[in-house]
């Protein structure tokens, strides 16, 4: 069983910065991707930005491009986005994530992966 802790959510001027991390514990698949979502009220659930543990490749929602950054610490079983620029529209609920799929692909729907966190609330004021 995997578990997955979010941190570091909180409220935030617009342009400011906030650091969210996910300590991963439990069985970890080193070769699978791991990834943060978020979910205004409102809103689908949709795919922030993905991390392999496995080389460290990256991959970003372009609405967030340029502004965050994940990485991951294989020691420590965490991941962490560093989140620069923030807009109000980056209000949102985050989730950190992991799948158990396997290939080359990069995976942005919810459904794609089988463990979630309790979330952490980011909230950006104008």
């Known amino acids: 069983q995997v578990q997955l802790v979010e941190s570091g959510g909180g409220l935030v001027q617009a342009g400011g910065s906030l650091r969210l991390s996910c300590a991963a514990s439990?069985?970890?698949?080193?070769?699978?991707?791991m990834g943060w979502f978020r979910q205004a009220p409102g809103k689908d659930r949709e795919f922030v930005a993905g991390?392999?543990?496995?080389?460290?490749?990256?991959y970003y929602a372009d609405s967030v491009k340029g502004r965050f950054t994940i990485s991951g610490d294989n020691a420590k079983n965490t991941v962490y986005l560093q989140m620069n620029n923030l807009k109000p529209e980056d209000t949102a609920v985050y989730y950190c994530?992991?799948?158990?799929?396997?290939?080359?692909?990069?995976?942005?729907?919810?459904?794609?992966?089988?463990?979630w966190g309790q979330g952490t609330q980011v909230t950006v004021s104008s």
């Open positions: 439990g069985r970890i698949f080193s070769s699978y991707p």
């Open positions: 991390i392999r543990w496995s080389g460290g490749s990256t």
């Open positions: 994530a992991a799948t158990i799929r396997g290939g080359s692909r990069w995976y942005l729907k919810d459904y794609e992966y089988a463990y």
